[in-house]
Every structure is written in structure tokens, then in C-alpha cells.
């Protein structure tokens, strides 16, 4: 069924076309997206800060999302702890957009919020001096876009693999900070052979892996669910090229910001993706307040998990 006929805006990723009202609507959004981000870069750090943890509590409010965060925290953490880790939850991913949305800026620091000490920085170089490339895996997780931004700062060029934006035109905006801080950039859909070249050049590539797009995936144990879907693309570049895998974690300072180092996740691409899933389940656990609780794969692993239940 074509988009126009399921109701739905055609999507000019897919190679379909937008009708006139769509085309317009876009160049609406486009406008007003650049009328608040010259708005918000003109604001000092900290009040963008400040509201940006304020947008994030406000969006508590809605229904269908604090539903959706209050039952997957509830399943996987127990009802006891879902309402301060949703209230947690939600001013911190305010405070994350803000602190992204301070990248554009010239002059800005990554590491003055994301720490990478120099042993482990040197522990990316190493892997890296096999020539081969790495996959660095990570998870929507804390401030995840400064992960590239603070390797890049000491001296390591990244990539990062990234899903086009429905509107090609606001790609560019998009990629602004990541190719400020000099982050090479990977749209999945357009560059096919992207990723190859990334690897091929020594790049460390960066994947986020907890919350799937329109790739292929294999069910996995995650946060209490049995078939939550994570995606295969890791595992499948590791068995062809057998190119180094690491894990790359946000741990929150005591002093704030936050400490990223990476772990070695072996070389047995079979077992690869559930390794993945059961470390940030790990790591999920112990700091919860730092994923986004929000998302919808947990509540459509629990519904399906009830429905066979049922069956």
C-alpha cells in the first residue's frame, strides 16, 4: 500500500515524493527549526541548559510517553523505583538535548562535560593500529553524541553511522555539530558502502545499537524482556571483516558530566549481539537514570511477549 493511500506522509528516503501540502509543511519546519536554534545559540550555557532540563520534566506530562517510561521501569527495575527513575529520566534527557544542541557552538568542549582520560584513549589507539578499523557500539545512553566529538578531541578522526533525516534538507543542520567537532558522518541510506570506506580509511566507527531503525535485527534478552530486537549489522562486520569490537560506556561522575572508557567485547561474532544486549542491561541497571525509559521496543517486546502469553 502506498503511503498516500495508508494516510501516512511519504518518506523521500524510501524514493517516494512528497504532494504539495507536504513539500510546504517541510519548508515550514525547516524555517522554524533555524529560527530557534539561532534563538537558543544566542542564550547563555547555562539557562540552555536549564531549560532544556525543564522541556525535558514538561514532557513528563504527556500521557502516552510517561505511560510508556513508568511500565518499561516498572518491568525491568520493579514499581518500587519507576517514578523517581522516570522523573530522573526525563530532566536528564532535557539536559542531554541541551548539552547537543551546545556543540554548534565555536569554542565548545566535549570533554568539559564527557571525560576520556588518556589511558583510554590510548586503548582505541592500539585496536586501532591493527589497520583493520573498529566498531565502537553504545547505546542512547547519557550524552551519547559527545562520544565521537571527545575521541575526536584527542586526535582520533571518528565516524559515526546515522539514519537521514525524513527531510534531506535538514540534514545539514543536523550534522553541524558532529562535523564542527570533526565527526565523519555516515548517512546509512544514501552511502551504502560509507561504513566499508570508514573501516577501510581506520575509522572508528560509532553504532548505536538499543534502539533499532529499519535494519536487520535478532531478538535478544534486554531489561527483562526475552525478544527485544537489537540490531545485527555489528556482528555481521565483525564475521566478514573481522574488524575489532568495542564497547564504549557513559559513567556518571560524582563531580558530574560524565567518564567514557571502552571494553573489549572479544571475537566471537556469533554470540556478539547478546554479549552487547547483556552489558548495557548491566550497565543500564546499575545507573538507570541516564537511558531514555521512553522508548517504545520495550513496550512493543512487552506487548508481544503478553500476546504469546495468551496464544
Known amino acids: 500500500m502506498s503511503a498516500q493511500l495508508a494516510g501516512v506522509a ?94 554548534r557552538r565555536e569554542g565548545a568542549r566535549p570533554s568539559d562535560f564527557v571525560e576520556l582520560d588518556e589511558a583510554a584513549a590510548e586503548q582505541l589507539r592500539s585496536v586501532l593500529r591493527l589497520g583493520r ?28 553511522v546515522v539514519r537521514e533525516s525524513y527531510d534531506p534538507a535538514l540534514d545539514p543542520v543536523v550534522d553541524a555539530h558532529r562535523l564542527r567537532c570533526g565527526v565523519e558522518v555516515v548517512h546509512r541510506g544514501r552511502e551504502p558502502l560509507g561504513v566499508l ?56 561522575r560524582k563531580e558530574g558530566g560524565f567518564r567514557l572508557f571502552f571494553e573489549d567485547l572479544g571475537s566471537d561474532p556469533s554470540a556478539l549481539t547478546q554479549r552487547v544486549a547483556a552489558r548495557l542491561d548491566a550497565h543500564i541497571r546499575q545507573y538507570p537514570e541516564h537511558w531514555l525509559w521512553m522508548a517504545r521496543p520495550l513496550a512493543r517486546a512487552r506487548i508481544e511477549g503478553r500476546l504469546r502469553k495468551k496464544a
Open 133 to 160: 578499523g573498529a566498531l565502537v557500539l553504545s547505546a542512547h545512553y547519557g550524552p551519547f553524541e559527545h562520544i565521537a566529538p571527545v575521541v575526536a578531541e584527542h586526535g582520533i578522526t571518528p565516524a559515526i
Open 197 to 252: 570506506g570508514a573501516l577501510r580509511r581506520g575509522r572508528p566507527l560509532g553504532l548505536l545499537v538499543d534502539l533499532p531503525g529499519r535494519v536487520a535485527t535478532r531478538p535478544v534478552r534486554f531489561l527483562g524482556h526475552a525478544d527485544v530486537p537489537f540490531p545485527l549489522g555489528a556482528a555481521s562486520l565483525s564475521a566478514r571483516l573481522a574488524v575489532p569490537v568495542l564497547l564504549g560506556l557513559l559513567v556518571p
Open 10 to 103: 511519504p518518506d523521500v528516503r524510501a524514493g517516494q515524493r512528497w504532494r504539495a501540502r507536504q513539500t510546504l509543511k517541510n519548508a515550514c519546519i525547516r524555517v522554524a527549526i533555524g529560527g530557534l536554534l539561532r534563538v537558543v545559540d544566542a542564550l547563555p550555557a547555562g539557562l540552555v541548559v536549564a531549560l532544556g532540563r525543564a522541556l525535558g520534566r514538561a514532557a513528563r506530562f504527556s500521557k502516552r510517553l510517561n505511560g510508556v517510561a513508568v511500565e518499561n521501569v516498572s518491568h525491568a527495575l520493579g514499581v518500587a523505583r519507576a517514578k523517581a527513575v522516570t522523573t530522573a529520566c526525563f530532566a536528564n534527557a532535557g539536559e542531554v538535548l541541551a548539552r547537543t544542541l551546545l556543540l
